[in-house]
């Protein structure tokens, strides 16, 4: 039987602690999410309202089948910058006309919807989870284009949005734009380098130029409307394919075009007769110790979250701090790779690399989730080839070509990072609970490293040390990497796809594996799996 057993007590202290903890940090996430949710906040999206007109979450609703999931990305993209929380951009996965369809919706309500750096680099992202993994585009557009205060940052890196629409036209997968009002100046390329476009009546404007700056260049007197007004594109121009009459009726138009796709999964959808977990979901919040020190056994998470609790080991009893083996969720076939004690050793490294590649011979997905304190250092470690090993593990990661996921519960520090399918990595997804921590190494030890080197340094230059000096130095930097360590300022940051609740997983890595799955799954092929 592979059937995973359990050790957690959800009577017991430990169990109640980490909970406690866990919900607390769930709690400060709301409240981070609950910024995004607001938008420009009450004046403007009361203006925004006093239109007529939708807010970006409520467009994204009528679009999607009803009742069906939507999965919101990087909700706090620009957290801890001098922009809101959000980036003036909904992005996510939802599912129209039973397709799978990556969706991004400007939000007015923030500084006109104009597009800041983090609004740029958020819409980048949800173009590649569109390459990557052949999901149909739906861009519902109302933006007032580059903000103009930080145009240096944006004008020369912004020009890949254009050329991302028609390169994803060119590899055969749809584009969409929705326009509800204004799309101008580089804007209007969205539309322009689109597949199929809806815009809606007396509220589009797609133009180069608006009616002050033709006057400008050619003192020409014209208007919003006859410059770029739905009517106008669909009469005239052509730029319009579908001319809607008022907001609902352009969603109801951009169903009927992805209907109309044809559009064909190659892959399985997720298996409905799927066996839940044979424990509780709830219970992944009792798991993490709010002290990530404390190790805990990444089976207790698996146990709740894969099909029937079922996890088929593989080398058990070699290299027992990273725990791997095959199971399924939702139906689909995974790999697990998942840290058991913190630090990777040499046999970890290796029996990673051998995991990956039979998962490249299989075609399986991997799945890796990370609380790792990174790779073991120390004489007997080096001496041993740690730096060969985990460059095996890495090569491995790198070069493998099933699709990846990672879910950073805990630590996730230094090379360890890379090793277990880091951003830099490109996994399909990144999510991380809310008691993640990545950085290059834990706040105490980079403190204390910085510390020694000016030791060093002071004693080399035949100068006296300030202790006192040294002792406030260390509380600051500890201070700061911790700071930075944090989920929400590394989501800030786009540097994860979201924080997601523990409880969630299984639906969130769900629809992953799903939308996943209009892609070919197809492993590297031209080599063998070799022992190492
Ligand atoms: N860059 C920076 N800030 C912008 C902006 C932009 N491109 N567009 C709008 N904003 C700001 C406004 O200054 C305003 O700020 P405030 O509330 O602090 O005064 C806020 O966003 C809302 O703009 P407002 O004009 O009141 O909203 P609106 O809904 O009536 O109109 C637009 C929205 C987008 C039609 C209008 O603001 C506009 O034409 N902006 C410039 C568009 C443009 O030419 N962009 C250049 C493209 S490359």
Redesign the pocket.
Known sequence: MTVLPTRLDPAGADYAEHRAAMLGKLADLDAEHAKALAGGGPKYVERHRKRGKLLPRERIELLIDQDSPFLELSPLAAWGSDYPVGAALVTGIGVIEGVECVITAND?TV??G?SNPWTLRKALRANEIALTNRLPLVNLVES??????SQKEIFIPGGALFRDLTCLSAAGIPTVAVVFG?S????AYVPGMSDHTVMVKERAKVFLG?PPLVKMATGEESDDESLGGAEMHARTSGLADHFAVDEPDALRLARRVVARLDHRKPGPDPDVNAEPPKYDEDELLGIVPGDLKVPFDPREVIARIVDGSDFDEFKPLYGASLATGWARLHGYPVGILANAQGVLFNEESQKAAQFIQLANQRDIPLLFLHNTTGYMVGKDYEQGGIIKHGAMMINAVANSRVPHLSVLMGASYGAGHYGMCGRAYEPRFLFAWPSAKSAVMGPQQLAGVLSIVARQSAAAKGQPYDEDADAAIRAMVEQQIEAESLPVFLSGRLYDDGVIDPRDTRTVLGLCLSAIHNAPVEGARGYGVFRM
Do not use: F
């Open positions: 007015p500084r006109g104009a007032g284009g580059a903000d103009l205060p204004n101008t100046a580089g804007g608006g």
